[in-house]
């Protein structure tokens, strides 16, 4: 009987792990987006790269541990954001877009930007960022001109746009 328990204990080292495994697969969530792909390319993707295109002009070159800190939270957003604009927006319009064969593409070419962003500010490399910022803008523009060719004409210059994070850098009062 000995050897009985001993298949016993040995089935059960490989029954109980592959049965917790495949139920903790089952539970998991399915996405559902919560906002439009407009709202997360105004909110997130707009929002973020003007804090990131921003800092071509000495003006708004960051000064300090803080002000990279604040460029880093733009980046990460930016890149977070890549897989989220893969799964389509709320509204009705939006499950057309990740279907074509090139959205994919054309949102990887943005995350990549936003990485090549945050590589710039872990190394505290302006010069690197401001050229992530240009593959970004040429990211931006290749994606609009196939999804959305009317680009806003009117862009927030960066006293507007941003306002967080100019707040308590002398640079927030409008001229």
Not at 10 to 24: E, F, I, Q, T, Y
Not at 63 to 90: K, Q, R, Y
Request: hydrophobic residues 45%.
């Amino acid at each position: 009987m000995a050897g009985g328990g001993i298949l016993m204990r040995l089935g059960m080292l490989v029954v109980a792990p592959a049965w917790m495994l495949l139920s903790g697969c089952a539970a998991a969530p399915t996405y559902k987006p919560v906002v439009s792909l407009s709202q997360v390319m105004v909110g997130v993707v707009d929002h973020n790269s003007h804090m990131l295109w921003n800092v071509a002009l000495d003006e708004y070159a960051p000064a300090n541990d803080a002000d990279w800190h604040e460029l880093e939270h733009a980046a990460v957003a930016l890149a977070a954001v890549g897989n989220t604009m893969l799964a389509g927006g709320s509204s009705p319009a939006d499950a057309a877009w990740p279907q074509k064969p090139d959205w994919t593409a054309l949102t990887q070419t943005q995350t990549d930007a936003a990485l090549a962003a945050l590589l710039a500010i872990d190394h505290k490399d302006r010069d690197a960022l401001i050229a992530a910022g240009d593959k970004l803008t040429a990211a931006c523009e290749a994606c609009h001109s196939k999804y959305k060719d009317n680009i806003p004409a009117l862009v927030a210059t960066p006293k507007e746009q941003p306002e967080h994070f100019y707040k308590g850098r002398g640079k927030d009062e409008k001229k």
